[in-house]
């Protein structure tokens, strides 16, 4: 377990993979941490030198007061960069995780090689869907992250593979249960205020979009916008919801690996 100190306090990263190999950074959805992508390791690592992280609010990572931002974020990821001695990286980033990623497109290409957006939107939920949520999450506090846990699990998998993998999606949803009230409804705010649906075009490095056929939080509409206004932008749709490196294993593995190793 390793720590980057922030000027607010630490960043908890997981480096893995060979020592000389590229660099490629996993970020986490709301409401779960670096151990989302633990299905991806062995194939990843094979090529990469893969650098996971619980974003700010999440996992081990510093809590500080909300509400954040996504440039907060994104410049959290900037900051590990720094620290590590990283100049250039490949990125994925899944939901929250895919708006961090985007943003890190249009304000810090150079930092980035290629990028990958999972499960995501240029513009993700309205105020009517956050709002309650952040409220509620604040008023009841470890309660609340129990019932979004439970509700959750109709969100991020459809329900025969729910049915199937209880044990693993039992892992992924108990994250949610664990993350920090405040940190959640800090990063719930994040979330509700981006809106890239009109800088997506400042994007300039090659990108892959991927999402899920059965996804309710991002609808492959989302995705296809994403594609649309990126010139050149690669898309890829599996059988999932929301969490679709998770439901889709090894073929979404593959597919991010054909992109990121492609000529």
Same mark, same amino acid.
């Given at each position: 377990?390793?720590f980057?100190?922030?000027?607010?306090?630490?960043? /908890?990263?997981?480096?893995d993979?060979?020592?000389?190999? +590229?660099?490629?950074?996993?970020?986490?959805?709301?409401?779960?941490?670096?151990?989302?992508?633990?299905?991806?390791? +062995?194939?990843?690592? $094979?090529?990469?030198?893969?650098?996971?992280?619980?974003? /700010?609010?999440?996992?081990?990572?510093?809590?500080?007061? !909300?509400?954040?931002?996504?440039?907060?974020?994104?410049?959290?990821?900037?900051? *590990?960069?720094?620290?590590?001695?990283?100049?250039?990286?490949?990125?994925? !980033?899944?939901?929250?995780?895919?708006?961090?990623? =985007?943003?890190?497109?249009?304000?810090? !290409?150079?930092?980035? =090689?290629?990028?990958?957006?999972?499960?995501?939107?240029?513009?993700?939920?309205?105020?009517?869907?956050?709002?309650?949520?952040?409220?509620?999450?604040?008023?009841?506090?470890?309660?609340a992250?129990?019932?979004?846990?439970?509700?959750?699990?109709? /969100?991020?998998?459809?329900a025969?593979?729910? $049915?199937?993998n209880?044990h693993?999606?039992?892992q992924?949803?108990?994250?949610?249960?664990?993350t920090?009230?405040?940190?959640?409804?800090?990063?719930?705010?994040?979330?509700?205020?981006?809106?890239?649906?009109?800088?997506?075009? *400042?994007?300039?490095? %090659?990108?892959?979009?991927?999402?899920?056929t059965?996804?309710?939080?991002?609808? %492959?509409?989302? !995705?296809?916008?994403?594609?649309?206004?990126?010139?050149?932008?690669?898309?890829?749709?599996?059988?999932?919801?929301?969490?679709s490196?998770?439901?889709?294993?090894?073929?979404?593995?593959?597919?991010? *690996?054909?992109?990121?190793?492609?000529?």
């Amino acid at each position: 377990m390793a720590f980057v100190q922030l000027a607010e306090g630490e960043l /908890r990263y997981q480096l893995d993979g060979p020592l000389d190999a +590229p660099v490629l950074v996993l970020s986490n959805s709301l409401g779960t941490d670096l151990h989302m992508w633990d299905i991806q390791m +062995p194939a990843f690592t $094979a090529h990469f030198r893969v650098l996971r992280f619980d974003t /700010r609010g999440h996992g081990q990572s510093l809590v500080t007061e !909300g509400p954040y931002s996504i440039e907060q974020l994104g410049r959290d990821v900037i900051a *590990l960069l720094d620290a590590l001695d990283i100049q250039r990286a490949h990125f994925c !980033g899944l939901s929250m995780g895919g708006l961090i990623g =985007q943003w890190l497109g249009i304000h810090a !290409g150079d930092r980035v =090689q290629r990028l990958v957006v999972c499960n995501t939107a240029a513009k993700i939920g309205t105020l009517e869907v956050w709002n309650p949520r952040i409220e509620t999450v604040l008023r009841d506090g470890p309660a609340a992250m129990v019932a979004l846990r439970d509700a959750s699990i109709a /969100r991020w998998f459809t329900a025969d593979f729910a $049915a199937a993998n209880p044990h693993q999606t039992k892992q992924i949803t108990d994250m949610l249960a664990a993350t920090s009230p405040e940190g959640y409804a800090a990063n719930c705010a994040a979330v509700r205020d981006a809106d890239f649906r009109q800088q997506l075009a *400042l994007i300039k490095v %090659p990108t892959l979009v991927i999402a899920g056929t059965e996804d309710a939080v991002t609808p %492959p509409a989302g !995705g296809r916008f994403i594609q649309n206004h990126v010139q050149g932008a690669e898309y890829a749709e599996f059988y999932a919801a929301h969490l679709s490196n998770v439901q889709a294993g090894a073929e979404f593995s593959d597919r991010v *690996l054909a992109f990121l190793l492609a000529d």
